[in-house]
């Protein structure tokens, strides 16, 4: 018998609730307008944060005052941290707050930050000054719901003017700024695949957010003109049967599609395939691309990354657990793994530095989203939702909802965030 992987050694971080009285999920936006002009008003009375300076950690305190020179003074000094590595084996010996789970629904002190977390936290560059909304969330409200009528497997949100885009079998749906605050509008548009036995699984909206590309049960990538009216621009003609994931690049020149087994690299402006590039037959469910480098990961556990332009692999990481997602932060220096356990690996592109949120609940389905403002994450797990401030990892709030996620986005002005599911997708308004 083939002796058994080892795990990566990685930092334990924690996540950990806010110190402030949680509100319950609220089922309609009777009191939304109320909540705005309260955040409004204590965002006024306390500068850009959400929350009075007092209610932070000692940690965002000392954060917020740090200049740029001080950023990079401690970002070399690593001394001291060795001693805080641990295999993912020794985790059982250590028993205490350091190593603190949690769970859907479950209230949590917040426990004083490590060293471990410091020297995470302290990588992670300020947040550029011209994302539109630089804060995280202070709290959500559930505002409406899209009928779908069928299993909701990829989602798209655009925004100026916002259209949701809900994806499943046969058809795509497209759905306007009403509906967005609304239980029971129709859609605006309904996109019919000619062979309504295709089914789509992965959808990626460019960055300027006019095209969406899909791909799924079907022998071809279609990629969309979204405006003025959506209509199919091309078919890609792929050569697996199918797409589990795809990644596009910040410069919407390349696309990946994720095969088993292997990753398409498309050439989308000329709509070339450039290579058909092999990868472990399961090591191929999900893919994300940063900069020159791409990443693979699935059932193997393992994360591999390679070389876009010389098509090596250059690392691979073994997770312990399989592999359900992979993402990265809006300044591609972060990429974010979602296990089966439901813990978050979190690696740097670039850097040979690795951190894993330990959470410790076994999950069916996992998706990660980073907001394009870069101060918070989204993370679903069945029927959880988990909004977590970056880099603090403190969880802003949670909702639950009453069948599994399938999938999520966040709008790139950070103001909704939509989840899929059975055969609806629920939207949520972001409250600052």
């Known amino acids: 018998m083939a002796e058994e992987k080892e795990a990566d050694a990685f930092k334990i971080l924690r996540i950990h609730d806010r110190r402030v009285e949680r509100r319950n999920l609220r089922e309609s936006c009777a009191t939304a307008p109320q909540l705005q002009r309260g955040q409004q008003q204590l965002g006024s009375s306390y500068g850009s944060s959400p929350l009075p300076p ?25 001394s001291g941290l060795q001693a805080m590595w641990f295999s993912e084996g020794e985790l059982k010996d250590r028993a205490g707050p350091r190593y603190c789970c949690f769970s859907a629904g479950q209230p949590y002190m917040s426990p004083s930050l490590s060293r471990d977390v410091w020297s995470f936290l302290r990588n992670i560059p300020p ?20 009928l779908h009528g069928k299993r909701v497997n990829a989602i798209a949100v655009s925004r100026a003017p916002h259209h949701v ?8 749906r497209v759905w306007d700024d009403s509906a967005l605050h609304a239980f029971d509008r129709t859609p605006k548009a309904q996109l019919d695949f000619q062979n309504r036995q295709n089914r789509v699984l992965t959808c990626k909206l460019f960055p300027d957010e006019q095209s969406l590309i899909t791909g799924g ?29 795809l990644a596009v690049s910040s410069d919407a020149h390349i696309c990946l599609a994720c095969f088993k ?8 402006q000329n709509q070339i395939l450039i290579r058909k590039h092999e990868v472990p037959v399961y090591g191929s469910r999900c893919v994300d691309i940063t900069g020159h480098k791409f990443w693979t990961g699935g059932e193997d556990t393992i994360l591999y990354s390679w070389d876009l332009r010389s098509y090596q692999r250059l690392q691979q990481h073994h997770l312990s657990n399989e592999i359900l997602c992979i993402t990265h932060d809006p300044g591609e220096e972060w990429v974010l793994a979602g296990l089966k356990m439901s813990d978050i690996v979190i690696l740097h592109a670039h850097r040979d530095e690795k951190f894993k949120a330990v959470i410790q609940r076994y999950t069916h389905h996992h ?19 988990h909004c977590i401030e970056a880099p603090s990892l403190q969880r802003l ?29 629920t939207v949520y308004q972001l409250l600052y």
């Not at 993370?379 to 959880?384: K, P």
């Open 261 to 268: 087994g292997f990753v398409e690299i498309w050439d989308v």
């Open 165 to 172: 885009y809900t994806c499943g079998s046969g058809y795509i």
């Open 367 to 385: 998706n990660l989203k980073f907001a394009s403002s870069g101060t918070y994450f989204v993370s679903t797990q069945d029927e959880s939702v």
């Open 397 to 425: 709030f949670q909702a639950e909802e009453s069948s599994d996620i399938l999938c999520c986005d966040i709008s790139s002005d950070n103001k909704y965030l939509v989840t899929g599911s059975k055969n609806t997708a």
């Open 127 to 146: 947040v550029p000054p011209e994302v539109m909304v630089r804060r995280a969330p202070g709290d959500f409200c559930k505002v409406g719901t899209l």
């Open 54 to 78: 007092a209610q932070h950690s000692p940690v965002y305190q000392e954060l917020s005052n740090m200049t740029q020179e001080q950023w990079d003074l401690q970002s070399r000094d690593t």
């Open 217 to 245: 049960v079907a022998q071809t990538l279609t990629l969309w003109d979204l405006a003025p009216t959506p209509q199919v621009k091309a078919q890609l003609a792929s050569t697996g049967p199918i797409c589990y994931s």
